[in-house]
T-cell receptor
Framework: AQRVTQPEKLLSVFKGAPVELKCNYSYSGSPELFWYVQYSRQRLQLLLRHISRESIKGFTADLNKGETSFHLKKPFAQEEDSAMYYCALLIQGAQKLVFGQGTRLTINP | ETGVTQSPTHLIKTRGQQVTLRCSSQSGHNTVSWYQQALGQGPQFIFQYYREEENGRGNFPPRFSGLQFPNYSSELNVNALELDDSALYLC?????????????FGPGTRLTVL
């Protein structure tokens, strides 16, 4: 089965603290994973994808095939990071994205 | 802000009715995908259109159908509306030959079925 699981619906941390949003996937093919973010009153937008191995807004995510995980991390949270975060898996061939349920991240001042 | 627009912003229908939602993609984006996002859930893939033909479909019944037009606009049609169809409907487009890091989402249409 093709599935993306984000175990935390809500996550609250203080400004300056490290952040980790968890994402686990189930997929028999070669995974291509993404993190999308939705800020308040804005549309869904791509944050980063594992292939590019980049850091965007201080966030990084490493694909761990052994643990089938793609956790999103940031060493020092900022108030503007408060948003809804979705992990997504690309199903090759079917050309569709499978999204997790999302995690609402709140950064407290 | 991206050039993907959707209309209407929100609408209310009653069970059994039919609805058409519209999406206008950025110029040159010949691939469009539609997603349903129920409250508290992540987006769920409905189908994708490429060059005016459906080329991928999720687990949605045939009463969900679509059209894509040469001017990069597209429609999502839902017949015989059910209460569970209440959701935010998103469209996303990307240019030819691109990967999904170049897919842009619209703001969505919120459908309420009473």
């Amino acid at each position: 089965a093709q599935r993306v699981t984000q175990p935390e619906k809500l996550l609250s941390v203080f400004k300056g603290a490290p952040v980790e949003l968890k994402c686990n996937y189930s997929y028999s093919g070669s995974p291509e994973l993404f993190w999308y973010v939705q800020y308040s009153r804005q549309r869904l937008q791509l944050l980063l994808r594992h292939i590019s191995r980049e850091s965007i807004k201080g966030f990084t995510a490493d694909l761990n095939k052994g643990e089938t995980s793609f956790h999103l991390k940031k060493p020092f949270a900022q108030e503007e990071d408060s948003a809804m975060y979705y992990c997504a898996l690309l199903i090759q061939g079917a050309q569709k994205l499978v999204f997790g349920q999302g995690t609402r991240l709140t950064i407290n001042p | 802000e991206t050039g993907v627009t959707q209309s209407p912003t929100h609408l209310i229908k009653t069970r059994g009715q039919q609805v058409t939602l519209r999406c206008s993609s950025q110029s040159g984006h010949n691939t469009v995908s539609w997603y349903q996002q129920a409250l508290g859930q992540g987006p769920q893939f409905i189908f994708q259109y490429y060059r005016e033909e459906e080329n991928g479909r999720g687990n949605f019944p045939p009463r969900f159908s679509g059209l894509q037009f040469p001017n990069y606009s597209s429609e999502l049609n839902v017949n015989a509306l059910e209460l569970d169809d209440s959701a935010l409907y998103l469209c996303a487009s990307k240019p030819p030959g691109s990967s999904y890091n170049e897919q842009f989402f619209g703001p969505g249409t919120r459908l309420t079925v009473l």
